[in-house]
């Protein structure tokens, strides 16, 4: 005698199909990514240490490379004026 499963069976089992399912494909996506990294770590590296070179040659230090310092206006030299600051350890 085959007996028939009741309607919330089924609803419930494709549910946990669909959950499954969903499982799966967030599963191989982590691991595809993880693999991507892992075969392309080098040349990941290698591009974030020119962008951080760029960065630091490119003006990131406001030019500080270039003989450039950026003193305020109106002074000639580094001792020549102030900003209204004590410079720190001054008994000023």
Excluded: F, H, W
């Excluded at 590296?45 to 490379?65: C, D, P, S, T, V």
């Amino acid at each position: 005698m085959i007996t028939k499963k009741p309607l919330k069976c089924k609803v419930m089992q494709k549910l946990i199909n669909v959950l499954a399912i969903a499982s799966t494909v967030v599963s191989l996506a982590v691991v595809g990514t993880a693999g991507y990294v892992y075969v392309r770590k080098d040349a990941i590296i290698e591009n974030i240490k020119e962008k951080a070179l760029e960065g630091i040659g490119g003006g990131a230090l406001g030019g500080a490379l270039t003989g450039d310092v950026g003193l305020p206006m109106g002074t000639d030299s580094i001792g020549g004026g102030s900003m209204g600051l004590p410079v720190p350890g001054s008994p000023l």
